[in-house]
């Protein structure tokens, strides 16, 4: 007997009110101290749109194909904006699902106005341990948690150096506390001593007193947990106060291309927590192996989507993957539900097991947090951020120790041993 496909009934409650197009609401911060990575994450974001409505044809949903929209502000990178932002896109622009700005800081601001409304909030870039701490009912986030930014990268050092000593400094915020915290326990756990733990004002101007301080515990390890704006400027005063380490990383401001523009090759070996690299070899193949369901288009497609969306002279970050990624797996909850209400959105995305060129996305159902995706370990090498940990992900070798600021003046590059 012929098998049959039973259509989605489109005569349910569900489906008599589809409209015409899907609109994803959201503030973004396309100035102040966020303004690069939240403009690599709209890149993402606009990216996806376009391969949804132009290539995938929209989302299927009652028997039809519906289109994405989308509707944004600039929150200036200020939490103050963020309440009356997302009460406007909900009451105002009355848009039918919401993503959280970029950031922990912003986006703590934002779920409790989505959560009084009872609206989904995807959390496509901020994953402070709080945000899933606070019962929130229609939360979901793309991104790893905080606290495992530096879990895979300590897993290396002691893999590769068992007596090595760990200073972290940390900028005081919710996202980088909860960062340095996990990295501490992380390090306590493996048997790694840490010898220097100090946080940092979020407007701090100068890293001076903090770094003549930390040079004097000599450790092997420098762990900065930082956002772009202080991750940059720590780097330029490691340069120029000559502090050096077996390894040196900066969370966020190491993973954009902008960081090797503006540092050339003294941006050589530094390495960062980083959720995607253009080098990862996430594939359907792998999805396979992993018991994953591949969904969009391959690395090669998205970064020609990339191009087409933020202009040929930029490359994205791991933001932008994260922000496609969330596009992608909003349109499999909604096809799940076959409808667009909050509740039955929301329940769905608890079912999926998807992978994307940003990795495997899994959801804890209770809490919304992210289970499936782990944080690799990116390492600047001849000009590339390449993938070095864990090995069954890399796409190079890691370098340890990397070459000291004196050494990449005269030419030395991070170059892996055969």
């Not at 989904?120 to 994953?127: H, I, P």
């Not at 301080?213 to 490691?238: K, N, W, Y």
């Amino acid at each position: 007997m012929p098998t049959t496909t039973t259509p989605p009934l489109t005569t349910s409650p569900a489906c008599q009110n589809i409209p015409d197009k899907i609109t994803i609401g959201m503030s973004i911060s396309l100035s102040g101290s966020f303004a690069l990575t939240g403009q690599q994450g709209l890149w993402g974001i606009k990216a996806a749109i376009d391969w949804v409505n132009n290539v995938y044809g929209g989302v299927h949903i009652c028997g039809k194909t519906v289109k994405l929209d989308l509707k944004y502000y600039d929150d200036q990178s200020s939490k103050d904006l963020i309440p009356s932002l997302y009460e406007r896109l909900i009451t105002v622009d009355k848009v039918n699902f919401l993503f959280g700005p970029y950031g922990s800081p912003l986006t703590i601001a934002a779920a409790p106005v989505a959560e009084r409304y009872g609206m989904l909030l995807v959390s496509w870039m901020a994953n402070s341990d709080k945000l899933v701490q606070q019962g929130f009912k229609f939360f979901v986030m793309v991104p790893a948690l905080a606290s495992t930014l530096w879990h895979t990268a300590l897993d290396m050092v002691h893999t590769l150096d068992p007596n090595a000593t760990v200073a972290i400094l940390y900028k005081q915020d919710e996202f980088n506390t909860m960062v340095a915290q996990g990295a501490y326990s992380k390090a306590q756990q493996l048997g790694l001593r840490v010898v220097y733990f100090k946080s940092y004002p979020v407007d701090i101007t100068d890293f001076t007193p903090l770094f003549t301080e930390l040079q004097t515990t000599h450790p092997s390890v420098i762990l900065i947990c930082s956002h772009e704006r202080d991750g940059m400027l720590a780097m330029q005063q490691l340069i120029q106060q000559n502090i050096n380490a077996k390894l040196i990383g900066i969370a966020v401001a190491a993973s954009l291309p902008q960081f090797y523009q503006n540092f050339g090759k003294m941006a050589e070996g530094i390495i960062d927590g980083t959720h995607w690299t253009p080098y990862v070899k996430w594939s359907p193949e792998v999805a396979k192996q992993m018991g994953y369901e591949w969904f969009g288009p391959t690395e090669q497609e998205f970064l020609q989507l990339f191009q087409q969306v933020a202009g040929p002279g930029n490359q994205p970050s791991y933001h932008a993957a994260a922000g496609f990624a969330a596009v992608l797996t909003l349109v499999k909850a909604i096809e799940l539900a076959q409808s667009l209400e909050q509740r039955a959105v929301r329940t769905a995305y608890n079912e999926l097991k998807l992978m994307t060129i940003y990795g495997p996305f899994q959801i804890n159902a209770t809490n919304g947090a992210q289970i499936g995706h782990k944080i690799l370990v990116g390492q600047w090498q001849a000009g590339k951020f390449q993938v070095v940990w864990p090995p069954a992900a890399a796409s190079s070798k890691p370098v340890y120790p990397i070459p000291t600021w004196q050494e990449k003046e005269a030419g030395a590059l991070a170059t892996p041993t055969p």
